[in-house]
């Protein structure tokens, strides 16, 4: 089983997922395979690209089939994170036909999403080459569904912020404005974690370079988000950081800005475009002889 899964298993059940995603979609029965095809008939389809992107989801799709049927055998010809074009053969799969029938529209479903994003995210990392700064997601992702797309966005090169509210304390700017401002924010999350004998890295919203002032040396904590700072305050409040604290730069970034924002110095870049806003990449499940 990919690494991803084993990481993440659990706050992520995959049969669970498996068995709401068929309470859905199949119900009491794909009666469309159980009219057309004999209960013992076995077949072979291939996964078969149909736009050039970064594929993902490969190791989804073998898991997945294998809850569905343990029997069913898994030929891989490409990996995650490969580069595909028209034409390729990601994988093939072999079994029984009314099994891989009934499969055919979640498997799909999840690696056309999936690939959307990790070339996207393949895409956008690449336009920060040379410098450090990684690309990173954010909450801003489909219910039910963000472990596949965060594992996406690792398959394409990119890394995960937080996976939940649950890994990590983010004061954010209702926080810090319900709190009474941002010192009092840092001190009632130290309070809080002293308390409930919790370690949480910590990430702190600043809104203006004033904000940058007056944290950097409060310390406490790991990170400094930059939100919707403009190019020339990201430079000014790098260099008010330094070395001290991990920067992140966020807040309607696009591929036409994120170069230069991560010549800034910074050290993540997060976009939630990477999960909010992707076209699928046309993926089919096709019968072959």
Not at 73 to 84: A, E, H, I, R, S
Not at 237 to 250: D, P, R, T
Not at 251 to 270: H, L, N, P, Q, R
Request: glycine share 8%.
């Amino acid at each position: 089983m990919d690494n991803y899964i084993l990481k993440h298993k659990k706050h992520f059940n995959l049969k669970f997922f498996v068995k709401n995603a068929f309470q859905e979609d199949v119900g009491d029965g794909d009666h469309s395979a159980l009219a057309t095809i004999p209960a013992s008939k076995k077949g072979k389809c291939q996964l078969l690209v149909k736009e050039t992107g970064i594929i993902a989801g490969i190791e989804a799709a073998k898991a997945i089939f294998k809850i569905i049927d343990p029997s069913i055998k898994f030929k891989t010809l490409k990996n995650d994170g490969d580069l595909v074009t028209v034409g390729d053969v990601a994988f093939i799969v072999e079994g029984n036909s009314r099994k891989l029938l009934t499969a055919e529209r979640l498997i799909l479903n999840i690696m056309q999403r999936m690939s959307a994003i990790a070339t996207k995210t393949n895409y956008l990392q690449h336009l920060c080459n040379g410098t450090k700064a990684k690309v990173i997601d954010t909450r801003k992702t489909t219910p039910g569904f963000r472990f596949f797309e965060k594992w996406a966005v690792v398959i394409g090169g990119g890394a995960n912020h937080r996976f939940g509210l649950y890994d990590m304390i983010m004061i954010k700017d209702n926080h810090i404005d319900f709190a009474g401002g941002i010192i009092e924010a840092i001190d009632a999350t130290h309070a809080y974690l002293k308390k409930s004998k919790r370690k949480l890295p910590i990430e702190v919203e600043t809104r203006t370079l004033n904000d940058v002032k007056l944290i950097v040396n409060k310390g406490g904590f790991q990170r400094i988000m930059l939100d919707n700072y403009s190019i020339a305050d990201t430079k000014k409040a790098v260099a008010i950081i330094g070395n001290k604290y991990e920067i992140e730069s966020s807040g309607g970034i696009t591929e036409k800005t994120i170069a230069t924002y991560a010549k800034c110095g910074v050290d993540f870049i997060s976009v939630g475009a990477l999960t909010h806003h992707v076209k699928s990449l046309d993926l089919s499940l096709k019968a072959i002889k």
